[in-house]
């Protein structure tokens, strides 16, 4: 029995959009992770926004998951 998730070896990884919940390619050829375009990344930058938060922070510099309540991680090497 293999879980439904698996994919083959090379094949990038997909997650659920956190816009609109729809397959996201996580790879880093996907500029928009873990959204699936560019739409639904400003659409979660435009919620930041109304909550006051001002960080310029770019999420292209091959990090993992973002996690929230964690100290901060150390740099990991790839
Ligand atoms: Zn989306």
Redesign the pocket.
């Known amino acids: 029995m293999n879980p439904p998730d698996t994919a083959p070896p090379g094949t990038p990884r997909t997650v659920p959009?956190p816009?609109?919940g729809?397959p996201?390619r996580y790879a880093p050829d996907n500029p928009f992770r873990p959204?699936?375009?560019a739409r639904?990344r400003q659409h979660d930058l435009g919620a930041w926004a109304s909550e006051s938060f001002r960080v310029d922070a770019r999420d292209d510099d091959g990090a993992d998951q973002p996690v929230a309540n964690s100290p901060p991680a150390p740099r990991f090497q790839q």
Do not use: K, N, R
């Open positions: 959009c816009a609109c729809g996201s959204f699936c375009s639904c």
